[in-house]
């Protein structure tokens, strides 16, 4: 079977965008069109004939429209095989005659709970008719086309235009695919409603996630591997305002780079640089344009090439800055016009504009894939309570704010994960590697190499606050940010040998303080 010629049309929608134009062109092409309550009163409004569903099914919508489609009828005519004698028969026998093409979007499930609807609302918005008629037809798409998406009624007229009338097999069976995904997702959040939100249940007995498909990316995080990238929240809302499309790692890192700028959301002009998702040099200041120069003061190697993401509207002089080495992404709430014309002068460069910065306390959840399996778990929305003075001195009032920016930086680093902050901004960043220690001395080295590329008298290590993300097993790690010059520390605790540690930083003369919380980070 080829093309089918659409000869009676069953609409039945919420969402009632294009509605109109399409339901002309369907009678211009000499088409039926059946239809239910709303979906009908808005056709006739149009001045369309239309002819209601009780009238084609022979019995009365019922239980507050909650039975009208479920009917033998109308799945009858759904369902049937055409080329089949036996349902030809019954057709015939009961009176049923065929329906060629199904219009329907289903209840606003996932706005009226957005809306903090009540709960008696909410299950009243659980459409239980529109995804059994999109099953049938999708099911029966070798005789039924059915749409679920006003985005295809554009072409959907253009098709039966373009082929007097009828619709071909491949588009039914785009349709049809189109369908059943529309159907999975809205029984998805209505599972996922269920279990979270009426059950209070945090990891639901069956795992549903859905998302939208926004592109089809070049490649993944290398050329031989596929990649698309799907919309859920976070920097996936973000406006492009120019530049070429974002690849699988410019998203990866966009993100990275936005969830550790959200803890300075309310702070002082700040300026996060990331690379391969870990920040390789973050600055707060009294001016935009001087946090970015911090920032890049930090690791100048690492920073060509990265995603810059800022907490304030982008300026013209920032702008300057940024565009003097190559950047791929630049991130902000807004930018003004004369920024916006300087990034516009790099073509490839993309910015993205965020508006409102995410809440760094959010809830949520976080997924991964391991083989056979997915891995879930709460989002990392720790806070910093009250520290623990571990040691016989405590931190001055600087010390104390480097330790605290050292900490948030250090959680949004790979693990393990050591960070040298200074004057609000980070000397070195050891991240990723299988021991403390070694990220304790890469951090002192790259803040070692900054300084010299720079020509200060001396790494920003000496006089710098050390945050660790977890506990330092041994104080092997401790004793080399004490070689690197730090003086103040910042770290969970709760290691066998935290009285080995405290010993050694005593005798540093360091301030260290325990947090009670790690941020690890794969």
């Not at 965020?354 to 083989?371: H, S």
């Amino acid at each position: 079977m080829t093309n089918i010629k659409i000869k009676r049309a069953l609409l039945s929608v919420s969402d009632k965008g294009g509605l109109i134009p399409l339901g002309q062109a369907l009678v211009r092409h000499g088409v039926e069109l059946v239809s239910t309550g709303g979906t009908a009163r808005a056709l006739r409004d149009a001045g369309l004939t239309v002819r209601d569903i009780d009238d084609l099914t022979g019995f009365p919508e019922m239980m507050d429209g909650r039975v009208k489609t479920l009917h033998p009828v109308v799945h009858g005519g759904l369902l049937a095989v055409r080329d089949n004698a036996e349902h030809v028969a019954s057709m015939e026998e009961h009176g049923i005659g065929a329906i060629d093409l199904v219009i329907v979007n289903l209840y606003p499930f996932a706005a009226t709970v957005a809306k903090g609807a009540a709960r008696d609302e909410i299950i009243e918005n659980i459409d239980i008719g529109g995804p059994s008629m999109i099953r049938s037809a999708a099911k029966n798409h070798a005789f039924v086309t059915i749409v679920t998406d006003p985005g295809d009624y554009r072409e959907l007229m253009a098709a039966l235009d373009e082929n007097e009338g009828t619709i071909s097999l491949e588009l039914r069976r785009k349709y049809a695919a189109k369908a059943y995904a529309a159907t999975a997702s809205y029984d998805a959040m209505i599972a996922n409603w269920f279990a979270t939100v009426d059950q209070n249940q945090q990891f639901p007995d069956v795992l549903t996630v859905t998302a939208t498909r926004a592109e089809v990316l070049r490649y993944g995080e290398n050329p031989h591997q596929q990649a698309a990238f799907y919309t859920a929240s976070g920097v996936s809302k973000a406006t492009q305002i120019q530049g070429k499309a974002l690849s699988y790692n410019n998203y990866a890192d966009a993100d990275a780079a936005l969830d550790l700028l959200s803890e300075f959301r309310d702070g002082p002009p700040t300026v996060v640089i990331v690379k391969h998702a870990n920040p390789c040099g973050v600055a707060s200041a009294t001016t935009l344009k001087q946090a970015y120069l911090q920032a890049f003061a930090c690791d100048t190697v690492s920073a060509f090439g990265g995603i810059i993401c800022v907490n304030q509207t982008l300026d013209q002089e920032t702008a300057e800055a940024i565009t003097s080495i190559f950047t791929e992404v630049v991130i902000a709430p807004d930018a003004d016009a004369a920024a916006r014309a300087i990034f516009a002068t790099k073509k490839n460069l993309r910015l993205l504009l965020t508006g409102d910065l995410p809440d760094p306390a959010r809830a949520g959840m976080t997924l991964k894939t391991i083989a056979g399996g997915y891995l879930l778990q709460s989002r990392d929305a720790g806070r910093l309570g009250e520290l623990q003075v571990v040691t016989k001195r405590a931190p001055t009032e600087n010390e104390l704010a480097d330790c605290r920016f050292a900490w948030t930086v250090a959680k949004h680093t790979k693990s393990n994960a050591i960070v040298y902050a200074k004057d609000g901004s980070t000397a070195g960043i050891g991240a990723g590697q299988m021991n403390r220690l070694e990220s304790a001395r890469i951090a002192a080295w790259k803040a070692k190499d900054a300084a010299e590329k720079a020509g200060w008298a001396e790494p920003h290590t000496i006089g710098s606050a050390v945050a660790s993300d977890a506990f330092f097993p041994f104080a092997d790690g401790l004793l080399a940010a004490v070689e690197a010059g730090a003086t103040a520390v910042i770290q969970p605790g709760g290691s066998i040998r935290d009285d080995e540690v405290i010993a050694a930083a005593d005798a540093a003369n360091l301030a260290m303080v325990f947090t009670g919380i790690r941020h690890f980070r794969h």
